[in-house]
């Protein structure tokens, strides 16, 4: 085994200064004073948009209005044209009298008297129906159109 040198175990107190000392860092070089860059805010060009927006608006709301009052007015002229008209047909008139040198003798009718028949409901198999009708067998089947059967 061998043994170290007990000298160079102790450091010298230099090297102990230089170990504990505090190093100052070198202060940081001197800038330059910054200028402001020169900048543009578009609250003008928001402030015109916006404006030209609510002239449009306002536009379209006074023509509506406009609108709205001609088509009023139309329609009231037409519901006076028509309770005028009204007025004019609902005047009373006097019945005419009836005359009474030819009085009124019913007549027999020239049609045929209605035949009643009784209506038929037999079934020509389980899924169709069936009916008579003016002498032809008509049935449905399946949902499918009415044909005659002969």
């Known amino acids: 085994m061998e043994r170290s040198n007990p000298k160079s175990a102790l450091k010298t107190k230099d090297e102990l200064k230089d170990k504990y000392s505090k190093v100052t860092p070198k202060p940081p070089a001197a800038k ?6 020169e900048f543009k805010l578009h609250t003008g060009q928001r402030a015109v948009k916006r404006a030209m927006f609510n002239y449009s608006v306002a536009t ?3 023509l509506s209005e406009i609108h709205k009052r ?3 007015k139309v329609q009231k002229m037409i519901e006076d044209e028509e309770i005028r008209s009204l007025r004019k047909e609902m005047v009373p008139k006097a019945q005419l009298m009836p005359f009474f ?3 009124f003798f019913p007549q027999r009718s020239n049609r045929p008297l209605t035949i009643p ?3 038929s409901f037999r079934m020509v198999n389980s899924k169709c129906w069936s009916c008579i009708s003016e002498n032809e067998l008509h049935y449905f089947q399946h949902a499918h159109a009415w044909n005659p059967i002969k």
Not at 32 to 37: A, G, K, L, S, V
């Open 101 to 103: 040198d030819r009085p």
């Open 60 to 62: 379209k709301f006074y």
């Open 70 to 72: 001609r088509v009023e």
């Open 32 to 37: 330059e004073n910054t200028r402001q860059q």
């Open 117 to 119: 028949r009784e209506p």
